[in-house]
């Protein structure tokens, strides 16, 4: 029979519908129980692509024994990360605290007033590499729970108290100047792994926001260090297997150093994040590898993770059938050379081994290798390795597929949206602008309310009952604004506004401090704060983008304020930890820069001469340029206002740090413009 989970509209939680386990979603009657019965919560958090979330739920939510003792000792309540980030983030600070590590399946004890006391992440069924079978677990803390009742009281107590003391203080300092920047690329090229790409070691992650600060700190300053870090790494992992060499997209992360074996889930935020950095680079280097890589992610986005009302669904499972029934890391997407050859016929395959890097004793498990492309001597007959490729993907799409998340995450789809409305024009791909401004279009019709208040998810044409958290109003208003600079249309400029306006109001202490969850939000055992990037970027540094795009467009004086705030923690962490607030240093590059503004009047973007400037403007590299275009006398952007044709012609204005030059109706002049580098 299904338990309490089955109402919900978060596909990891409905994965746990039908478990043994009692569950309780996240809710004030589940901590009522535990209060009534007096007994401890059991809280657990994961999301739906997570492997070791999978491993743990077979392993001991669906065993009868376990499920049993676990109901009659606890209230157990199962969090989707993706959908509540705010329990997630609070719970997550206090396990790494308390433990130095953390991650998921995170396993967090709770007394009934929801203070943590006992902490973990994944536990195995028995007892293993030191670590304790989850039901010694379970029943070590039913007995101090029944026999210490004090200590754990007193426990619970102190970590609240000290995770109180951590609120982060620096609205009152001023942004980066040019000497934190600098600092910031010096420890970005301390950590730089000049060999492989990216930085640190294994596991490695994609560095989406620290190349999006590189490519901007080159534009403004002429650095080639910047530039070379950023597209050498880019090189590599577009090289390698973490991205997806047959149907485009990026994993989540390589497990090694040389970007080889991937973690294969693919997240739709890393896709988003990658494909706007790969059409950037193209913008600044004219790579051809760049531009590939852009329209093949913008492509797997469109074709694999659009759902049927027009948003991008969360991801893509790491694990598939094998074939046998058995779920595998993995089989979706490696080959042996036995499988090639099955597909190819003999001389294709050994072909296809030699390019794809594909070897008898594998790079991954039991044979099988990644797909990569390694670096070697010879040209190879680009007709015959379009027809390979073609034919394994199509035997690939033969196999049983990873499951999708369908889950629509506001914060995500604003990246999406900003991604491929960028590509789509940059590309000349209308079709890819269409589909950004359809997702756009889902946001402002299920997941905005009457108050331009945003619901955090949906599924299947229903919003979530959960509140967006800092992210997804900026993250939005990101997208919007880009959605309004290649558009045309002014409404996008006024959804952004909306949303910015809770950002300031809801979000922001007097002091300019950001929180992720709004003044009036669910009260939690503390109000998280987090100004660092992890896997996106942090809610506060991207409101400090998105404040800044939206002041230079309107001129809004609190909007640029609030902007600048919030870049105090990048004068704070940017120069100490670059690699964790790469946002931040791309805003503050664009705060250096002005931002540029530019508007390009002319009669619609049918006309070859108006299309032919906005397209420049937009391929302009100065650091967060805004660009609005609209008819002569529109009202459609602040920007555009007294900004008449030239001689009857098109025309484009570029104005910076209140200077403007003339009006120029030659796009050669215009790209000089926008190219020149200037130091601040």
Known sequence: ?????????????????????????????????ARRRDVPVLLSVGYSSCHWCHVMAHESFEDGPTAEFLNSHFVSVKVDREERPDVDAVYMEAVQAATGQGGWPMTVFLTPDAEPFYFGTYYPPEPRHGMPSFRQVLQGVG??????????????GKIVRDLAGREISYGDAQPPGEAELGQALLGLTREYDPQRGGFGGAPKFPPSMVVEFLLRHHARTGADG???MARDTCERMARGGIYDQLGGGFARYSVDREWVVPHFEKMLYDNALLCRVYAHLWRATGSELARRVALETADFMVRELRTAEGGFASALDADSDDGTGRHVEGAYYV?????????????????????F??????????????????????????????SVRERLLAARDGRPAPGRDDKVVAAWNGLAIAALAETGAYFERPDLVEAAVAAADLLVRLHLDEQARLFRTSKDGRAGANAGVLEDYADVAEGFLALASVTGEGVWLDFAGLLLDHVITRFTDASGSLYDTA???????????????????????AAAGALLSYAAHTGSEPHRTA????????????????????????????????????AVVGPALSDGAAKGLHRTALLGTAPGAVVAFGAERSDEFPLLADRPLVDGAPAAYVCRNFTCDAPTTDPERLRATLRTVLNS
């Open 335 to 355: 080959w042996t050379p036995a499988q090639l050859t099955e597909v190819l016929g003999a001389d294709d395959a050994a072909l296809a081994a030699q390019y």
């Open 226 to 228: 910047a530039l070379e």
């Open 519 to 541: 003044a009036d939000a669910e009260q939690l055992i503390r109000r998280p704060q987090d100004p660092t990037d992890n896997a996106t970027p942090s809610g506060w540094t």
């Open 563 to 598: 902007a600048e705030q919030a870049l105090g923690v990048v004068k704070a962490l940017g120069p100490r930890v670059p690699r964790f607030v790469g946002w931040g240093l791309a805003a503050a590059e664009a705060l250096l820069d002005g931002p540029r503004e530019v």
């Open 143 to 156: 007995q101090a729970w029944a026999e210490r009742r004090d200590e754990v009281t007193e426990v619970a």
């Open 357 to 386: 890097g594909v070897t008898e004793e594998g790079t991954f498990e039991h044979g099988s290798s990644v797909l990569q492309l390694p670096q070697q001597e010879g040209v190879f007959d680009a007709e015959r390795i379009g």
């Open 1 to 33: 029979m299904p338990n309490r989970l089955a109402h919900e509209t978060s596909p990891y939680l409905l994965q746990h519908a039908d478990n043994p386990v009692d569950w309780w979603p996240w809710s004030d009657e589940a901590f009522e129980e």
